[in-house]
């Protein structure tokens, strides 16, 4: 796309995801085929470019500058010699001006109030990261344990789609860091996706397993209960700014 990403919007970021993905999935195909040939990785990427053209490759490869909004640790930003001199403080108006401090006020009162809500949101974030990671170590237990034999297939379908909801997650992290809710709400719809699959191969089993009946009930209340909390959070990200210029606690 023309525009940087901190300007797409969800459904931008929803055609990138599906082109993402698709990307992915020809390259793991060809790293089976091809990743033990000498050149193997310049044999992939030529295959590649041959598939998607030069530009797809070089987006899906390409470093993102728009996440690059740290200084360098390395690097003292108060010894650059080529820094202009510094301006002079501001002035600001005699404290006793009844307008100047209401002003401030309504400032501080809105930065208070959007850092509530990003507090909360973090809080609520941390809470279905907790919840999933116990279902899943829940789920690999029951796998290893004590589901049927010819129910394993299943239950691994179960645990792709989970652990497809923990990658989205983890991903959602790292773009609401970044200041792209738009991104973030991309992500949420996959994982609700994810989350509705996972739900429906444990009701699934719960019928055709009834000595597992109370256990899947439990794993199939937490992964809705996940699934509520996702949505809430998606909705919350629906009321943010187009674009975050403070730093995020995610």
Do not use: H
């Amino acid at each position: 796309m023309d525009k940087p990403q901190n300007y797409w919007n969800e459904f931008d970021w929803e055609r990138f995801f599906r082109r993402k993905e698709k990307f992915i999935l020809a390259y793991v195909e060809l790293l089976e085929r091809l990743a033990e040939l000498p050149e193997g990785e310049e044999l992939i990427m030529n295959e590649l470019i041959r598939r998607f053209g030069a530009a797809e490759v070089e987006e899906m490869y390409a470093y993102d500058d728009d996440d690059d909004v740290f200084a360098d640790e390395n690097e003292d930003v108060m010894d650059d010699p080529d820094d202009e001199p510094m301006e002079p403080p501001m002035t600001f108006p005699p404290e006793d001006s009844e307008d100047w401090r209401g002003k401030d006020n309504d400032i501080d009162s809105k930065f208070n109030e959007e850092m509530r809500r990003l507090r909360r949101m973090e809080e609520q974030f941390r809470n279905i990261m907790i919840t999933l990671e116990q279902t899943i170590q829940g789920w690999c237990n029951l796998m290893s344990s004590v589901l049927p034999t010819d129910k394993r297939t299943q239950g691994l379908k179960v645990l792709f789609s989970l652990s497809r909801v923990s990658m989205n997650l983890l991903s959602c992290a790292s773009e609401m860091a970044a200041g792209r809710p738009a991104a973030v709400i991309a992500l949420c719809k996959r994982v609700l996706t994810d989350l509705n699959d996972a739900v429906g191969q444990v009701t699934e089993l719960r019928q055709y397993c009834p000595p597992l009946q109370e256990v899947l009930t439990t794993i199939q209340e937490r992964l809705v209960i996940v699934a509520d909390e996702v949505a809430d959070f998606l909705c919350a990200c629906r009321e943010l700014p187009g674009e975050i210029d403070d730093d995020i606690p995610f």
